[in-house]
């Protein structure tokens, strides 16, 4: 493989690069947004100069990897003979068709078309390219050098043979990729988003306060963080994006996101990246307790 593009810098972006750089592939990352690219390049910096303190790798190792990495603001240069992308643009399936649209028109007709996608269905986005069969999901977790697990999505027409190249190729990453179809939330978040929105279900109806949920799923179900700061972290619009896409796509109520979730979306707490959300986390504040009463 020549080298990977990969689209967006943002959070997933830019660990995606970071991950496949230091297994000695070159990347071209894309994004929109000059921006973006830099502040990227910064964070994998930062995250390489933590492995070295940490003696996970070595100064010259940190070196090599920042030197596999190439920034591109234009998609069509960056694309250009590669024969993978990996998408991780904003989750936004107007965005995704149009990039997908573009990208069938600009890659070589056998360049795998990867999504990161957390919930778009993986067949609808094939189906604005002449090379469905070449299309599929590799939804890496956050933050993507640290995690293990990588979900591989086949959609309606992904063929044996891509799926058999992705699965072989995130295990060279040192990842443990697992097989899925495509259907809403496929597996993670299929599994994920109803329990993080029973959790905030059950502050709502006024069960128990956060600390309360938080601590039973953490010290009971030995979960490393409880759902109300894992929602938190992952966003409280992703969540309720994510809900949406399963609560229409099933058209099952059991997916409908909690009046509270909208409501607080609805008010710009979003979580770790808006400074506050079920914790408050302005001014470097470390996940502290809001005295707020969230009852319904
Ligand atoms: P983000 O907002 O941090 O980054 C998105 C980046 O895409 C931004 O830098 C933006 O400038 C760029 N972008 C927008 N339009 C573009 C275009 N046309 N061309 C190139 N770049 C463009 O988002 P994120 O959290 O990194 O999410 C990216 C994808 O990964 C989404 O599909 C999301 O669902 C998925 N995902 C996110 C997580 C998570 O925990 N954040 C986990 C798994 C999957």
């Given at each position: 493989m020549e080298y990977v593009a990969v689209i967006g810098a943002g959070t997933m972006g830019n660990g995606i690069a970071h991950t496949f750089a230091q297994s000695g592939f070159k990347v071209h990352l894309i994004d929109v947004n000059m921006d973006a690219l830099e502040k990227g390049v910064q964070t994998i910096t930062t995250n390489l100069n933590r492995m070295v303190a940490k003696e996970k790798i070595t100064d010259q190792q940190k070196e090599d990897t920042l030197k596999n990495i190439n920034l591109f603001t234009s998609m069509k240069a960056g694309v250009k003979d590669t024969n993978l992308v990996v998408e991780a643009a904003t989750e936004n399936v107007a965005l995704k068709l149009k990039i997908f649209k573009d990208l069938d028109e600009a890659c070589p007709k056998t360049t795998i078309l990867a999504t990161n996608t957390s919930s778009i269905s993986i067949t609808q986005i094939a189906?604005?390219?002449?090379r469905p069969e070449q299309v599929i999901g590799m939804h890496f977790m956050n933050p993507v050098p640290l995690m293990k697990l990588v979900e591989i999505i086949r959609g309606y027409n992904t063929s044996d043979a891509v799926t058999s190249t992705i699965m072989a190729l995130s295990k060279t990453l040192g990842k443990a990729p697992v097989e899925v179809n495509d259907?809403?939330?496929?597996?993670a978040n299929r599994i994920l988003m109803p329990m993080l929105n029973e959790a905030i279900e059950t502050l709502y109806n006024g069960v128990a306060g956060v600390h309360e949920i938080d601590t039973v799923m953490k010290l009971?179900?030995?979960?490393?963080?409880?759902p109300l700061q894992l929602a938190d972290f992952i966003g409280l619009d992703v969540c309720l994006s994510i809900l949406n896409v399963m609560y229409d796509g099933?058209?099952?109520?059991?997916y409908a996101p909690c009046p509270l979730l909208v409501n607080m979306v609805m008010a710009g707490k979003l979580g770790v990246k808006s400074g506050e959300g079920f914790y408050d986390y302005s001014q470097?504040?470390?996940?502290e307790i809001i005295s707020k009463q969230f009852l319904n």
């Open positions: 189906a604005v390219t002449s259907y809403p939330g496929f597996v009971g179900m030995a979960h490393p963080m409880g099933f058209k099952n109520p059991k470097n504040k470390k996940a």
